[in-house]
């Protein structure tokens, strides 16, 4: 993969004032999500040309391992050709038609394989375009669900250190942070659990399930793993313990499957790890692969059925997007379901998980700059330790990592390594090579700048 002159670590070009020209027309005219646009061309982004089985190459050739599956939304690499193929065969029969009061053959078929794998009872499919508009989804069925009962209940828990989204409901759930408070007064009140890191978070989450029951709509939680908050995780039983709260006490249960869906903590569900049958999952990032926009709310026949009724009636749930159930995106999401289970996916995500695991105690997580490093599958967090405030060791470790050619994006102080679950052996070491050097360099800047102050 890597006989490219312009080899991941290493550019044989010189190729950086094209760089530098596409990143000033990238500046000039595109505004990217959580970035500072006045100070994005100071940090050297990669503008990406095209993208090659789990490597990106940019604009100047030089090539970069997706150690971050591209946010978290790749599965199998880059242009995989059977997924490809499978939007060419689409394509030649409808890109896209509506799903509201009509359906889609593509979309039936894909609805069936899911409904046949997801953890659901009865699984029936709304869908939409981005994880956060499956969670805005889930919000308002399980707020209707409750009106349509007749049993109005108004509130819901969620998590401390959760993330659900940036849409407003979404935001609501989702514990702030990343800059996002400005938009509180904005947003609902919820009724807010302990952080999984925080000791007793379960119990208290039980103990808030059995107060607050008669006014409880829903409880959202990221099984296993809070991916935004740094990879901080939950034991199975402990979801568990809660989810069977939940189910006894009639209040539902959504679980945020748009992270940690479609394999990355090693099972096609994290639910599935801590024996849970969601009332509503939210689905997201992996379901095409990574390729194409597209999110999904699933929803149980319990659920389902109390929406039933006269037609134009009250009961039905008045809610749907353009692009909801886009053909192309369906195709592909199909394809990909398949492919997981013909490559044997899960058991790579295992053996990989598990390697990275072992060279990250060994190399890494004892290292002086390292608090603690936290992993479920290929979902992965090196919180690092950095010796005062302000050293921005988030960002420099992983501009470090880039310049060795993996891509790597922070979430403030944790490194987030989260390859494409068709990651190999050897690309596992070149990201933990590129992160023990990464480490090293940043250690040895802040000692030679202590050493020219002192
Ligand atoms: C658990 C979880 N839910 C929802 C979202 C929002 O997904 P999207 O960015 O596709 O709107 C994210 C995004 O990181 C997420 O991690």
Redesign the pocket.
């Known amino acids: 993969m890597n006989d490219d002159p312009g080899a991941a670590g290493g550019t044989t070009r010189d190729n950086s004032v094209e760089r530098d020209n596409w990143v000033e027309r990238d500046r000039a005219v595109v505004w990217h999500g959580f970035t500072q646009m006045s100070t994005y061309a100071d940090h050297h982004p990669v503008v990406v040309e095209r993208a090659e089985g789990r490597e990106l190459i940019g604009v100047d050739g030089r090539r970069y391992l997706d150690a971050i599956s591209s946010l978290?939304v790749t599965t199998l690499g880059h242009c995989v050709p059977e997924l490809d193929a499978a939007l060419a065969a689409q394509l030649a029969l409808g890109a896209h038609t509506t799903m509201l009061g009509n359906g889609n053959r593509i979309v039936v078929e894909l609805s069936e394989r899911l409904a046949a794998v997801v953890p659901v009872d009865g699984a029936h499919v709304i869908y939409a375009s981005?994880?956060?508009?499956a969670?805005e989804q889930s919000l308002k069925i399980a707020w209707q669900y409750h009106v349509n009962r007749g049993d109005a209940r108004t509130s819901f828990l969620a998590f401390g250190g959760a993330?659900?989204?940036?849409t407003l409901g979404?935001l609501s759930v989702g514990d702030r942070g990343f800059g996002t408070d400005i938009f509180d007064p904005l947003t609902f009140p919820v009724l807010r659990a302990p952080a999984f890191g925080e000791p007793g978070c379960f119990d208290r989450a039980v103990a808030m399930v059995a107060e607050h029951a008669a006014d409880l709509a829903a409880v959202i939680v990221?099984p296993l793993v809070q991916?935004?908050a740094g990879m901080q995780l939950a034991a199975p039983d402990d979801l568990a313990r809660r989810g069977r709260a939940c189910r006894d006490l009639g209040v539902l249960l959504i679980c945020?499957e748009?992270?940690t869906g479609f394999g990355r903590t090693g099972t096609l569900f994290a639910s599935e790890q801590c024996d849970l049958r969601p009332d509503l999952m939210?689905l997201?990032?992996g379901i095409t692969g990574g390729s194409l926009a597209m999110?999904a709310t699933v929803a149980s026949d319990a659920v389902f059925s109390e929406f039933l009724g006269d037609d134009l009636g009250p009961r039905t749930f008045y809610h749907g997007h353009s692009y909801s159930g886009n053909a192309l995106a369906a195709a592909v999401a199909l394809r990909h379901l398949e492919l997981i289970e013909a490559w044997n996916v899960l058991d790579n995500v295992r053996d990989r998980g598990e390697q990275l695991g072992a060279l990250l105690h060994d190399r890494v997580a004892s290292r002086a700059e390292v608090r603690e490093v936290r992993r479920r599958g290929l979902m992965t967090g090196v919180e690092l330790a950095p010796p005062s405030e302000g050293l921005r060791w988030g960002r420099r470790v992983s501009a470090a990592c880039v310049d060795r050619g993996v891509l790597i994006r922070p979430l403030g102080d944790v490194i987030v390594v989260m390859p494409p679950l068709t990651v190999t052996s050897a690309e596992i070491h070149t990201i933990v090579d590129a992160l023990v050097d990464a480490l090293d360099q940043v250690a040895a800047d802040d000692a030679a700048d202590a050493r020219a102050l002192s």
Do not use: I
């Open positions: 978290w981005d994880g956060a508009c969670v993330y659900h989204g940036d979404a990221e991916g935004a945020d748009v992270a939210c997201g990032k999110s």
